[in-house]
């Protein structure tokens, strides 16, 4: 019998009238059932951080770090019991779900000690002008109410922890949305935080069926912040559901990899490949295209398809590197943008193999802008190769994405990279290395379809609270 979790509301773990039964991807098996709740459960979510806010956001940031630092420490104890589930969930390799919840240890321990060391300040009008020299400003920073923090299915505990660590520390209340796929292994992350001995109502889960509380929770009036990763497609849907409050949106990307004649190209192959591939492509950091002077991409290519055929091919429990999609749907797709660039003239670089919901890595060469493959996110390991003339001509590819998250720019020649990268419309450009989110100590962001707000530890605390300024006059008469 698989067990039934339940969600963690005001203190306490509580059950719904309905529930959603959640399976492995790669086998199909049941793996557990997680409440669905209703509009009156997650009215009573809301209703219970709204009440626990004034006694948080009273704690100093010292406070709040010991409670994030506990958490932190039972992820680290707990991170292979998570990381075991998470695999199953989500096809994930083992190691690598693993090292995600490590990694969100990492992020939420970081959050303690970055929180502690954010300063208000003082200001003084005469550095404005003569006639306000008496003006004095308290700068300080307030946490902005309840968060509303929703998680992907392909990082559901690293990008929850991401959100809820920043806005704790910042004195924020918690309304915490796992994916579907990925709901058990949110409920699993909620259990650290509890443990951890957070005051009631001041961190809780919601889980449920986004047809019927999707829109519920982001229109909710309680909720004063959204803070979202997903496809860019509910993400300009909750953009308008939000009206005037303020959203981090973390979307969708198509990055591409410019690869110029002088590029080091063993260290660019090795790069492109695990940045194409890893966790099957199913990353919005991934390589995406592959934007390559013509004159070096046969060698270019020769190099790539010797690391490809290396990958592993399995199930995430053998620690593949290449596990089947998250759903029949989502290998649909992929194999889709496939047919359909062969059909205009791509050429498959490997034979098309399919088993269920894995499919092979598949390399394309001779793709061109007329096809899907070239604009479109597969998420999904296929790595299309773009060829071009000119470092002009990538730089004009990459920027007539609807997507702007990230590129890498490949070349021997810092300061023409530097160049490059100083035209390309995306939030972060890799020099020489692979397209990535971390450290998480950086800002991360996207722009156009690919997202709003900065990400990165001291940046998602400072998004998620706002500013205050308390403005008096000094009298300086002493009599």
């Known amino acids: 019998m698989t067990e039934h979790y339940l969600n963690y509301v005001n203190g306490e773990w509580r059950d719904s009238a309905d529930a959603i039964e959640i399976f492995e991807p790669a086998t199909g098996k049941s793996l557990g059932t997680v409440p669905a709740m209703s509009h009156e459960d997650v009215d009573y979510v809301m209703d219970s951080a709204k009440k626990a806010l004034p006694a948080w956001r009273a704690l100093s940031y010292v406070e709040r770090a010991q409670y994030l630092q506990k958490a932190a420490d039972i992820l680290y104890r707990d991170a292979e019991k998570i990381g075991s589930v998470l695999s199953k969930e989500i096809a994930k390799g083992l ?41 004095i400003a308290v700068v300080r920073r307030e946490p902005v109410g309840l968060v509303l923090a929703i998680s992907p299915f392909n990082y559901p505990v690293n990008l929850a922890g991401s959100k809820i660590a920043p806005a704790l520390m910042g004195g924020n209340v918690v309304a915490f949305k796992p994916p579907t796929q990925g709901s058990i292994s949110g409920l699993l992350l909620a259990k650290a935080f509890a443990e951890a001995g957070l005051p009631a109502g001041v961190f809780n889960t919601i889980t449920g069926r986004g047809r019927v509380i999707g829109d519920y929770i982001v229109e909710h009036p309680a909720v004063n912040f959204i803070n979202f990763t997903g496809s860019s497609a509910v993400g300009k849907n909750i953009g308008k559901l939000a009206g005037m409050r303020p959203i981090m949106l973390e979307l969708g990307g198509k990055d591409a990899a ?58 995430p429990e053998d620690d593949a590197d290449i596990t089947p999609l998250i759903d029949t749907k989502s290998a649909d797709y992929v194999q889709g943008l496939i047919e359909e660039a062969e059909e205009k003239g791509a050429k498959p670089l490997f034979d098309f193999k399919r088993e269920g919901n894995l499919i092979y890595p598949m390399v394309m060469d001779q793709v061109t802008t007329d096809m899907r493959l070239a604009w479109e996110e597969p998420f999904g390991p296929v790595l299309p190769f773009i060829r071009v003339k000119s470092a002009d001509e990538a730089v004009k590819i990459a920027n007539e994405s609807e997507y702007g998250l990230q590129s890498s720019v490949f070349s021997r020649n810092f300061e023409r990279a530097f160049a490059i990268a100083g035209k390309l419309e995306v939030g972060t450009v890799h020099i020489n290395n692979k397209t990535q989110r971390g450290p998480d100590n950086f800002p991360f962001l996207g722009v156009k379809s690919s997202g709003a707000g900065v990400q990165g530890v001291k940046y998602s605390i400072q998004a998620m609270t706002r500013v205050k300024s308390v403005v008096f006059n000094i009298n300086d008469n002493i009599d």
């Open 95 to 135: 190691k690598s779900s693993i090292g995600e919840v490590t990694r969100t240890a990492e992020i939420v321990e970081y959050t303690a000690k970055v929180g502690v060391t954010l300063d208000g300040e003082v200001m003084e009008g005469g550095n404005f002008e003569a006639a306000s020299k008496n003006k």
């Open 258 to 315: 410019i690869v110029l004649e002088d590029a080091d190209l063993d260290l660019t192959a090795k790069n492109i490949v695990a940045g194409a591939f890893g966790y099957s492509g199913q990353r919005c950091t991934a390589v995406k295209r592959v934007l390559v002077m013509d004159s070096v991409a046969d060698e270019l290519i020769e190099k790539v398809n010797a690391l490809v055929k290396d990958l592993k091919v399995g199930m």
